[in-house]
């Protein structure tokens, strides 16, 4: 099993930064990927980014792509997004997730999420 937890979330005015934080513990030499989603009211949950845990190889969304940032610090065990240049359309409760597949994008593993709110 692993666990993760989120923070720094918070309210922002548009062109503002955030940066989020998830912290993995558990079985946490089983993940090949990290990754963060987000879900608006009303809203399905939609993919944002994501990491590789080994090489650090990215993938965004085309919806922050140039804005925002993905990182991770294996030795703390952490993945960060960097979220620069916020618009009222980022509002919504962001996940981050772990998966352990390299050919299948399936993350069975989810925190509790935290809200960021994007005022005008």
Do not use: H
């Amino acid at each position: 099993q692993v666990q993760l937890a989120e923070s720094g979330g918070g309210l922002v005015q548009a062109g503002g930064s955030l940066r989020l934080s998830c912290a993995a513990s558990g079985r946490t030499f089983s993940i090949y990927a990290m990754g963060w989603f987000r879900q608006a009211p009303g809203k399905e949950r939609e993919f944002v980014a994501r990491i590789t845990w080994g090489t650090g190889n990215t993938d965004y969304a085309g919806s922050v792509k140039g804005r925002f940032t993905i990182s991770r610090d294996n030795a703390k065990n952490m993945v960060y997004l960097q979220m620069n240049s916020l618009k009222p359309e980022d509002t919504a409760i962001y996940y981050c997730a772990a998966r352990d597949t390299l050919t299948i994008v399936r993350y069975d593993y989810w925190g509790q999420g935290t809200q960021v709110t994007v005022s005008s």
